[in-house]
């Protein structure tokens, strides 16, 4: 467990490292902190003793290492547009986009498994084809077009469900505003929810049933049979646990691609979180906001990733996580 | 009455091109505690045959015709939980692979509990015991330690001597072993072999052993049924199959046997190969390979004859039996 | 006799058609109907694609061409506001929807096969070389490819196009945005290849013919390229119509956040992003007309990705 642990931390420490030289490097070359701080009116001179004064005149080594150092902190520079250290600002935002990919994979997981693995099982039935059929349409559509017609359909034709935003939300500790804990804030992540497992959903639906099916064929399944166990233990013990190997594995690489597209959920819904902080940051060239957001993200990745290799060393016994 | 009584038994694979018959005409006997070796190529229908006796054939086969009949049921068309019941209790299986037999996410523990569990009314404890007890029948050491361990931790051998005593866990009436020992080092071949006749005849169990390998049989099995493109061309008591096969077939596997053959000469092939199922020749299956194969051969299908405590499916046989029995006569 | 020596000529060697015909695709395609609709579909956007300038009835690129009085109309069959002129209808900017959507499809399918071709180039390299090579070579490129697999292609694209957009500006944004698609896609998802070559390498290399042209002693690179690589051909062809799918939905969705193509040369995605802000006003087809568009293509690439996947059933990488 010690030898796993130290193991994630090296590779961490290395992406982390990455992602801190990127930021950097985005920090030096794009925008000019100087005309934010004091606008286009001072002489060149004047700018010249102050780009001393605060050290960006310093070889790049240096500069980086105070960045670094500032970092560590917690300190990520202070946001042009808000005013406010960019940091803050971020994790204030944070919530809403966890609770969105907290509600996203609810649906995901609430739905893939049961779908996969029925039509893993039944694979001439006619909802399996069904299912199937959906589920290539599904992966088919783009997100935000996924979004567009869920909002029209939902949202302006029917009347039954918001348009955009968060809806109410409760203070919770640490600063956490939360929208699960209200009617209005559950009802107005629906829509975004869906949106964003849309692209996922079938993905893992067909995973799924691609891999059960190969389990399925497997000799131990088989064996399972010839020992009389009865037909859900089959099923859902002895080859659901061998299909969801692969299915952690690639589940963890999905997340990354969750996070992307959250960006784009979040545009289309006007929903209050880091995704579309970001894209505004963008356009308003934040330096320090992006490389917030950058930061951010990464850690995020980096600590999912943890968590799903711990998940799966703690099903696939061949893993030695425990170190025996 | 036997224990078991396979009655012209038919299996089909429905497949795009159309049905094929992988298994025709089957009916063979098994008695209480004897050994039957299962002898022929590989896609003569021996593996489709053991698996068919539980009913384990997969989409698209079936069993098309014919009747399984054990302890006073048709396992042939028996219901679902009907035949879930039988599976593992009353006849259990030996694969062949024992490094993919077992589930490599399960505990040889959960898999041996919960196989007693399916069939009985059983605590936890009371099937670790059982469970336990049988691991020291198959002479694994330190069975407690074993117990929770996963597959991947155990050898080949010692892998199938676990799914051994997975087959043996409920004292089954019939094991039916589908090649146990092909998977393994040839070192181990013998001792697996050993036990497990030492099992069968300890416990009165009665061994359906399917094997392309006539050695085994002649050393375990008490009687052969031999088969070529999904049918029984000879079946008997297995000194007198070995000793003095009448089928040109079952001749010819003997003389292939490494022993049979002249130092430093060829082995005694036979010619050819078995033709795929959707291609069998008319008459008798085996005639374009066989030395002594005549008009009749190609026209029609043989059926059995009695030669000594043998039945032979072979018109050259017949006709010799005839012969003899008119020169008595005469 | 005659009849033996007439079986003794040598057949005549079969047509394309006829090789086709037997062939495990050729057999397959001819009773899939689904394959069949997928194809022609697929065919017809290509014709689209490549005839654009003269299918159009007007350029979508040219300012003389626009008349901005002529913006937000309706299609042609809706009587009351639609004009004969523009049968789909014409964007916020007026020009007619039908050109645009042909030019981008254009682009669009340019992009993703582009990318596609810079994804197999460098995945099948890397792939040919980890595989080939084996032991340290082969870790590093591996580790590198996980590394780069676990940012997704999209997040990896939206901070690099921000970033390109915020230092560059707009503008010069805008001329190279084709360029920048193409690269960041195209560099983003070689790992797709690169693994699944090397998986095919590494059975292909425990083969006897690899031995045997080793023997014979050819090069390694000759043995990649010649004995090794066609080999992969199916998993190639496979990993490729889904490959393309992919990477024109990732343009369009980095060209609805206003990272991709610019309005006035627009690509599928582009198009409807513009088309977004008037949906509600009632302004539909600018989104609906493109986007249906958009799906359809996708959908009949990812089907004949999967009818591929399942006639070729090669041993993809997975996970």
Redesign the interface.
């Known amino acids: 467990m010690i030898a796993f642990f130290i193991k994630r931390l090296f590779q961490a420490i290395i992406v982390m490292f990455v992602i801190s030289l990127i930021s950097f490097s985005i920090q030096d070359n794009l925008g000019d902190p100087l005309r934010e701080m004091v606008g286009q009116s001072v002489s060149e001179a004047e700018r010249q003793a102050l780009r001393d004064e605060m050290g960006l005149n310093d070889p790049f080594l240096i500069q980086y290492g105070r960045f670094l150092g500032n970092v560590l902190q917690g300190d990520l520079g202070t946001s042009y547009f808000f005013k406010e250290p960019a940091l803050e600002v971020i994790l204030k935002k944070m919530p809403a986009t966890l609770e969105l990919v907290f509600g996203a994979t609810i649906i995901i997981v609430l739905f893939s498994v049961p779908l996969g693995v029925y039509s893993a099982i039944k694979p001439f039935s006619w909802f399996s084809r069904v299912v199937m059929g959906v589920s290539i349409v599904g992966i088919s559509v783009p997100v935000f077009l996924t979004a567009i017609g869920l909002i029209y359909l939902f949202a302006i034709e029917l009347g039954w469900m918001p348009s955009y935003g968060r809806g109410d939300t409760v203070d919770m500790f640490w600063g956490w505003d939360s929208g699960l804990f209200t009617l209005d804030g559950l009802h107005h992540l629906i829509l975004p929810s869906f949106t964003l497992a849309s692209i996922m959903l079938p993905l893992f639906i067909r995973l799924i049933r691609s891999e059960m099916m190969e389990v399925l064929q497997s000799e131990y399944v088989k064996f399972a049979w010839a020992k009389g166990l009865h037909s859900r233990r089959i099923y859902f013990l002895h080859a659901l646990k061998n299909t969801m190997l692969p299915v952690i594995t690639v589940g963890g690489v999905q997340i990354g691609t969750m996070v992307a597209y959250t960006i784009l959920t979040e545009t289309v819904f006007q929903w209050p979180g880091m995704g579309f902080l970001f894209l505004e940051a963008v356009n308003r060239v934040d330096t320090p906001l992006i490389v917030a957001y950058l930061i951010v993200v990464g850690a995020v990745f980096v600590v999912t990733n943890t968590i799903v290799d711990l998940i799966y060393g703690l099903v696939n016994p061949t893993v030695k996580l425990a170190g025996k | 009455m036997a224990l078991l009584e396979v009655k012209n038994l038919e299996v089909s694979f429905g497949l795009r091109s159309g049905e094929v018959k992988a298994l025709r005409n089957i009916s063979f006997n098994l008695d209480r505690g004897e050994r039957l070796g299962l002898v022929g190529e590989s896609g003569a229908g021996k593996s489709v045959l053991g698996f068919s006796i539980?009913n384990?054939i997969?989409r698209p086969g079936r069993i098309s015709a014919g009747e399984i009949w054990f302890d006073g049921q048709n396992l042939a068309n028996l219901s679902?939980e009907g035949i879930?019941?039988?599976?593992?209790?009353r006849i259990?299986?030996i694969?062949?692979?024992p490094m993919?037999?077992?589930?490599?996410?399960?505990?040889i523990g959960q898999q041996m509990v919960?196989?007693l569990q399916?069939?009985r009314k059983i605590s936890f404890d009371a099937a670790k015991t059982i469970a336990v007890q049988k691991l020291k029948q198959v002479y694994i050491p330190s069975p407690e330690t074993r117990f929770d361990q996963?597959p991947?931790e155990l050898s080949g051998g010692m892998r199938q001597r676990i799914?051994i005593a997975?087959a043996l866990l409920l004292d089954p009436d019939i094991i039916i072993a589908d090649e146990p020992t092909t998977a393994l080092d040839v070192t181990i071949q013998a001792e697996i072999m050993e036990l497990m006749v030492e099992l069968c005849e300890r416990n009165n169990v009665a061994l359906i052993l399917i094997t392309h390998d006539l050695g085994v049989v002649s050393q375990a099995t008490q009687k052969t049924i031999v088969m070529y493109a999904g049918r029984i061309i000879e079946q008997g008591p297995t000194k007198e199959i070995i000793n003095d096969a009448q089928h040109p077939y079952t001749q010819g596997l003997m003389n292939a046997l490494p022993q049979m053959a002249i130092p430093g000469q060829r082995l005694n092939q036979i010619r050819g190969a078995m033709p795929p199922l959707q291609r069998i020749p008319t008459g008798c299956a085996f005639n374009p390979r066989c030395d002594y194969a005549e008009e009749a051969c190609k026209r029609e299908l043989p059926t059995f004859t009695r030669s000594g405590n043998c039945q032979v499916a072979c018109h050259m046989v017949a006709a010799m039996r005839k012969a003899e029995q008119t020169q008595e006569g005469v | 006799m005659t009849t033996q020596s007439q079986n003794k000529l040598p057949e005549p060697t079969p047509s394309a058609w006829q090789r086709f015909k037997d062939s495990n695709i050729g057999h397959s395609f001819i009773r899939d109907r689904v394959a069949q609709i997928s194809f022609t579909i697929f065919l017809g956007y290509v014709i689209m694609a490549l005839f654009a300038p003269l299918i159009a009835p007007f350029d979508p690129y040219d300012p003389n061409q626009i008349d901005i009085m002529n913006s937000e109309l309706p299609p042609s069959w809706d009587a009351e506001n639609g004009d004969e002129q523009f049968w789909l209808g014409t964007d916020a900017q007026g020009r007619d929807l039908w050109s645009t959507i042909l030019y981008g499809t254009r682009i669009s399918l340019t992009i993703g096969i582009c990318a596609v071709l810079l994804q197999a180039t460098i995945g099948i390299i890397i792939g040919l070389i980890a595989g080939y090579r084996g032991g340290r070579v082969d870790s590093l490129l591996m580790r590198f490819a996980d590394v780069q697999l676990s940012f997704s292609t999209m997040m990896v694209a939206i901070i690099v196009l921000a970033i390109f957009q915020a230092s560059f500006g707009t503008e010069l944004y805008q001329e190279l945005a084709m360029t920048m698609l193409i690269l960041v896609i195209g560099i983003a998802e070689w790992p797709q290849y690169a693994r699944t070559i090397r998986a095919s390498v590494l059975a292909e290399k425990k083969k006897e013919y690899i031995d045997a042209a080793r023997v014979m002693g050819l090069g390694p690179i000759r043995i990649m390229f010649r004995h090794i690589l066609p080999n992969t051909l199916s998993p190639i062809l496979v990993i490729s119509t889904v490959q393309v799918a992919n990477a024109i939905i990732s343009e369009a969705s980095l060209s609805f956040l206003g990272l991709g193509m610019p309005v006035s040369q627009p690509s599928l995605g582009s198009l409807i992003s513009s088309g977004f802000e008037y949906i509600f006003s009632g302004a539909w087809w600018i989104t609906v007309i493109p986007g249906v568009i958009l799906v359809v293509l996708v959908l009949v690439m990812n089907m004949l990705g999967d009818w591929l996947r399942d006639v070729l059933n090669p041993k993809l990488y997975k996970g």
Do not use: K, W
């Open positions: 539980l384990l997969s679902a879930r019941a039988i599976r593992g209790n259990s299986m694969f062949q692979d993919m037999t077992l589930n490599p996410v399960l505990t919960e196989c399916a069939h996963y991947h799914v997975i």
